[in-house]
């Protein structure tokens, strides 16, 4: 990892996230973690009406020394990387996701519990933000894990990031209903090239 690029977002984003959170007067920080295979930064507001909130996620690919967001479709489970090339996209980023939950503190007494519905809003703001879309090569076809004739079958396919490497599994539910509709469930699980064997091992050891 290099370390120098790292530490100097931190301290870039510390000094823009207290500039910001005091002309809105929220009481904003921001936590690292380090230990992580990709480390991460979460931003958030703490409030005397509400317990901590998150806003955003910031994570670090040591690999490819690169800074990105993840972006999920809430409607069909694909997970995308928001990759953010300099320090003014990492910045403008981190700030749209602050406006954006300003706007919606402003317009409800937002809770705990309302947080997941928020980081799902945040996620479709942050599609408008990526600047590089994922190029995924599949290596294999659809290979049918499970099949009921005119009830339900599910399908797995591996492919690969063709910018940074990591692995895809995509899973298909496909559901057949009373009245002959079938239904789509589509996931896609995102992993990087050094997370595979820890994978491999963990479902082998367990079958």
Known sequence: MNIEWFDRVCGELQDSLESICDKYDENGGMTVERGAKHPRIDFFIDSEETEREYFCSLYFDPRNEEFYMESVDPELGFSSKVILDDIDDIIDAVHESFHFYIEEDDEEDLNVDDYDSVYDDIEDEEDDLILEEVDV?????????????????????????????????????????????????ETNFIFGREEAGTIISLIASHI
């Open 137 to 185: 090569e599949w290596e294999t076809s659809e290979v049918t894990a499970y099949y009921k004739e005119d009830e339900v079958e599910v399908t797995y396919q591996f492919g690969i990031v063709q910018e940074t490497g990591d692995g895809v599994l995509k899973r298909i539910n496909r559901i057949r209903t009373e009245d002959d509709e079938l239904l789509l469930d």
